[in-house]
Each structure stands twice: as structure tokens, then as C-alpha cells.
């Protein structure tokens, strides 16, 4: 069954450090967003994406934030400069067009923050 | 989207039915009802959703009271793997661009 997969499965960083996390959505989706999980907290939305623009983003995603679907097949969360209130689980998801009520997540990057 | 209401936790003895309920009052006509589940540190996972029918699928069934305003969702036989976070989600259907939000779930214990 084909599935959501991300890389890294654990970053770690240095504040002040860029990062780029990668995700490579189910082949035929169109839809894709990225959510967030600090540690005991909830899932939280970031940004939703088609069409090779962003359809909505959350206030977490500010101008540090970025996404990019830069070949066709991945799809990348930037942060520019990370800081410690950044470590969290990130998780990648993609809808299709056929059943856009479903959205299929990833494993998740850890990001850890020093 | 409408708020949802879940209890923090349960238990359920391996093997019998997990019934786990969840109250949306506010709930609007066009909006659905989702359930996903998170299996601890894993993304979240889809399992069923509906209007105001009952649905079942391979992994569980979906009641959803007449008036709308409560559902639960039911594991027949539930697993040691069933063990997880479990979300009931309100939202607008059909549209992919739509976001999920996630409130703090019913984290169910399934014991052996």
C-alpha cells in the first residue's frame, strides 16, 4: 500500500541553524500539509498546499516558514532559523483528488532544537 | 468548525468492543464527522467518516445519534494495537484544502 514518508526521522539542529525537512506524498496527490506536534501537545496545522501555492497556513507558520514542492515528487518544510520552541514532531500528509476527505500522514521528523 | 467533546481516556479488555464517544453539539449540517487515531510518537491515522448515516468500514463503525450532535465509534474486537489517541473531528467535507484540527482526544488502553 503506498504510504507518506519523510526524512529525516530524527533532526537535530542548532539554534539559529536552517532546516529542511522532506516529504514525499502518495504518488497520484494533490493536497499536501504539514502539521506540527510539540511534545504532549496537540497536532497542530501549519500549511496547506496545491496547485504549487499555498492554500492556507496557520499563525505558527510565519516568515521563518517555508514550503516548496521542488521536483514533482517531494515536498519541503524550511525554517530559517530555528529556535528552541521549534523542536517538535513534523508531520508531512497528502490528500487525493479522488478522496479528498482522507488525508494520509507520515511517519513524522523528530526536530530537536539546541 | 465545530468543537468536539471526547472523555480523556478509557479502557477496553482486549478482544471486546471499544466504544468511544464523542459530543458535537454545535455541529452544522454540512459538516462531518472524522475519527483518526495516533499510535504513540506515529502520524495520525484515518479511520472512518460520515454525515449522518451510520458507516462501517475494516476498521470500525461509525454511529452517529439522529439529532447529530453525538457519535461514537466502535472497534468490534479490540486489539493490544488498538491502543492509541483517538480524534473526533468535525469539518466541512469535499474540500482537500481543508485543514484538520485536532483537539486533545480519547486516549484508549486496551488491556490484555
Known amino acids: 500500500e503506498p504510504e507518506v514518508t519523510q526524512t529525516p526521522s530524527h533532526q537535530v539542529t542548532q539554534m539559529g541553524q536552517e532546516v529542511i525537512l522532506r516529504c514525499v506524498p502518495i504518488s497520484n496527490h494533490l493536497y499536501f500539509y504539514w502539521y506540527r506536534q510539540i511534545l504532549g501537545q496537540k497536532v497542530e496545522f501549519l500549511v496547506s498546499?496545491?496547485?504549487?501555492?499555498?492554500?492556507?497556513k496557520s499563525e505558527i507558520f510565519d516568515d521563518q516558514f517555508s514550503v516548496e514542492r521542488p521536483d514533482g515528487s517531494n515536498f519541503t518544510l524550511k525554517i530559517r532559523s530555528t529556535k528552541l520552541e521549534d523542536s517538535a514532531m513534523y508531520f508531512c500528509?497528502?490528500?487525493?483528488?479522488?478522496?479528498?476527505?482522507?488525508?494520509?500522514f507520515g511517519p513524522g521528523t523528530r526536530l530537536t532544537v539546541l | 468548525d465545530a468543537k468536539t467533546t471526547q472523555p480523556p481516556s478509557m479502557d477496553c479488555a482486549e478482544g471486546r468492543a471499544a466504544n468511544l464517544p464523542c459530543n458535537h453539539s454545535t455541529i452544522s449540517g454540512n459538516e462531518y464527522v472524522y475519527w483518526y487515531r495516533q499510535i504513540h510518537s506515529q502520524g495520525p491515522q484515518y479511520i472512518i467518516h460520515g454525515l449522518k448515516n451510520n458507516e462501517t468500514n475494516e476498521m470500525a463503525s461509525l454511529i452517529i445519534t439522529e439529532d447529530r450532535k453525538s457519535s461514537t465509534l466502535i472497534l468490534p474486537h479490540a486489539t493490544l494495537r488498538d491502543t492509541a489517541v483517538y480524534y473526533c473531528?468535525?469539518?466541512?467535507?469535499?474540500?482537500?484544502?481543508?485543514?484538520?484540527?485536532f483537539g486533545t482526544g480519547t486516549l484508549l488502553a486496551v488491556q490484555p
Open positions: 498546499f496545491y496547485n504549487n501555492e499555498i492554500s492556507e
Open positions: 500528509a497528502s490528500t487525493s483528488f479522488r478522496s479528498p476527505d482522507t488525508q494520509y
Open positions: 473531528i468535525v469539518r466541512v467535507a469535499g474540500g482537500a484544502t481543508n485543514k484538520l484540527i
